[in-house]
């Protein structure tokens, strides 16, 4: 029976251990992006730390072994339970020492869970398991848990229950594990009552925490983004949150200002009206990305548009549009529009998958800061949609800011142009963003900047378009290469320009 018991506790104890490290990972991926170097240097750091701990396992004495590991199981429960909910709020508050503190976590806890397996391998051998089936229990039940917690992470633990509320609930569970042990070990060990109280202690703050996670997610995320909250919720792709200062309603994605509502209209008219202006006979209207519905409403003001396909890959964030009642006001209720077809698909699989074909092609993605964002501004991916859209059409990209980020920019347009499109860079100053780029691009014909608009505009007219397709000499042409999938140089290009700026 005690066997059972310990060969269980492995397969409790893989699972929390993987979970710190996916959390680690998902959550630096959302507040710092580039999710394959955290991922990357998060793994590393912990599989090191693992092998230091496997290695200082060996100096506790043989009458101490079931003493220790319930030790390890209050330490790395506390430690990596407290994780995720540390790292936001230091991240929200003191964004300065958030590398630091995530790496120095991640290294305790590896060298923490590093220790576990060798003291429960080390008291099954002291009860004559044999050393093969000894062996092969242990990394069996071991593999088994890493299974577990892989599948259930993206599936439903970080879209469901959260990072920080996951964070929380492996930690009780190793808490768990050294309650279990104290308790069928009980005639082993001494000093019981103290070790049922520090248990108890830790058990409690982990439930505390979980309890009030969503109050610290709250309250971490007000010293991030200042404004009050209205509306957040994580989903299996990203972190969506909204904030409203007075009039002034923000859309954040994984940390990242996507629009302010008072002057998102410079952004979408700029993006949608130079291309549907020029194109009387279009009809149908493909927008990829743009789940805010903005752009779409921009796209429905022309009643020559009888239909508009929107493919978005999160479903969260149509329906928070599509329902919410100060969303809604803010894209005119475009969702419910009956020309409107909503698809919540991987715009590169859908676009693989249909026959469809579109008079013009509004393609507003995130900028392209991390690799599954760059895969959207590759070389195959604009091959796709040139052939989804009609010769004489357009397609227009949000393509990043050409001052902040003049690699990233050129970088964009430079693709477009290897997939055989004629393009035509232009920009708009966005006060909430600075200046910022579009790149059209035309299959076959010659695109030329409309002097009118048949629609009443805020901010455009003949003036301010000729000025957007105009560039100053601290915006020029960079020559840069296209952006190739294997290589997403876009991705390292984009990285590099920001990180010029924010330092």
Known sequence: MTKRILILSVFVVASCGLAYELIAGALS???????IL??????????????VGAHFSKYVAEEDVLSRFIDIELAVGLIGGASAALLFMTFSWMTA???????VLVFMIGALVGMEVPLVMRALNARDTAFNDLVSRVLTFDYLGALAVSLLFPLVLAPYVGLVRTGFLFGMLNVGVGFWTLYVFRAELTNIGGRVLRASFVMFALVMGFALSDRMVQ???HGLFGDEIVYSTTTPYQRLVITRWKDDMRLYINGNLQFSSRDEYRYHEALVHPALQALPWARS???LGGGDGLALREVLRYPNIKQVTVVDLDPAMTQAFTTRPELVKLNGGSFSDPRVKV???DAAIWLQNTREMFDAAIIDFPDPSSFALGKLYSVPFYGMVKKHVAAKGLVVVQSTSPFFAPHAYWTIEATLREVGMRTYPFHAYVPSFGEWGFIMASPEQEYVPPTSYRLPMRY???ATTREMFAFPPDMQRLEMPPNRLNTQSLVHEFEQDWGRVIR
């Open 97 to 103: 020492p958030f590398r630091t503190l995530l790496y």
């Open 343 to 345: 698809v919540n698909a």
């Open 29 to 35: 991926s959302y507040l710092l992006g580039d999710s």
């Open 219 to 221: 309250w971490g995320e």
């Open 460 to 462: 455009l007219n003949e």
């Open 285 to 287: 209207v493909l927008v």
């Open 38 to 51: 955290q991922f990357s240097t998060i793994i590393g750091c912990y599989l090191f730390a693992m092998g």
